[in-house]
């Protein structure tokens, strides 16, 4: 995994797996994304966690090569489908948002949390995982029949990292930029709002 352009995360360092996530959009076009490893991923987003276990995540899985790649591919925007058609897999991530019980609370929540484990379960397969809210929700529930309580809430372009060099040339200075996260001071308080938990 590619990290010289990260900021450097510093005394607090996360545990590798999370430090070494990020959506690389230069992926190779050559990159296999094993079904076993897709379905080890799609296992992770089955065990998070979820209010009162009511599990809203839903997935479609397109394997490069099949249909179902090439119809998500079709619903990215253009700026998406540029870079994207080099995943080994695309998939999109559904959200339940009710139940025979009636609405899901924290639906949205729980396929972020799904998502996420599912994300990390590729860094930890050796791939990159790039999530998208750039494609046609309404487009993907019409294509693949969706139900009306099902949303589709974000595009997932799960690959092997490649060469900057394969972006056009404004990609790649983007790809290549540092990254950047507000620091711990304005993101975790105690006491009271604003008051540092600690600075970083
Ligand atoms: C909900 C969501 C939607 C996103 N939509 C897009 C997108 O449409 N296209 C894109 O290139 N990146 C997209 N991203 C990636 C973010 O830009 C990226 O996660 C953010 O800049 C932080 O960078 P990092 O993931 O490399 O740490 C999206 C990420 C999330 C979580």
């Given amino acids: 995994m ?3 352009h990260h900021e450097a995360h510093g005394e607090f360092a996360p545990h590798p797996l999370i ?5 690389p959009r230069a992926l190779d076009p050559d990159g296999v994304v094993p079904t076993e490893a897709l379905l080890r991923m799609l296992t992770a987003a089955r065990w998070a966690p979820s209010y009162g276990n009511t599990q ?3 997935y ?3 394997p490069r090569g099949t249909d179902t790649f090439d119809r998500i591919l079709a619903l990215l925007v253009p700026g998406n489908q540029a870079w994207a058609r080099n995943a080994g897999a695309l998939l999109v991530a559904c959200a339940q948002l009710e139940n025979a019980k ?3 609370p924290y639906a949205e929540y729980g396929v972020g949390l799904a998502t996420q484990n599912l994300v990390l379960q590729a860094v930890a397969e ?9 494609f046609d929700a309404p487009g993907v529930a019409a294509e693949f029949g969706l139900p009306g309580t099902v949303r589709p809430l974000t595009a997932v372009a799960v690959g092997v990292l490649g060469s900057p060099d394969l972006l056009p040339e ?3 200075d983007r790809e290549t930029a540092p990254r ?11 006491q009271h709002w604003d008051h540092p938990f600690t600075t970083g």
């Fill in 60 to 62: 479609l899985v397109g």
């Fill in 102 to 104: 009636g609405p899901v």
């Fill in 2 to 4: 590619r990290s010289d």
């Fill in 19 to 23: 430090r070494d996530r990020w959506s």
């Fill in 170 to 172: 404004d990609r790649r």
């Fill in 56 to 58: 809203p995540a839903r």
């Fill in 126 to 134: 050796g791939l990159v995982a790039h999530q998208m809210a750039g």
């Fill in 180 to 190: 950047h996260r507000i620091p711990l001071s304005k993101l975790a308080f105690t």
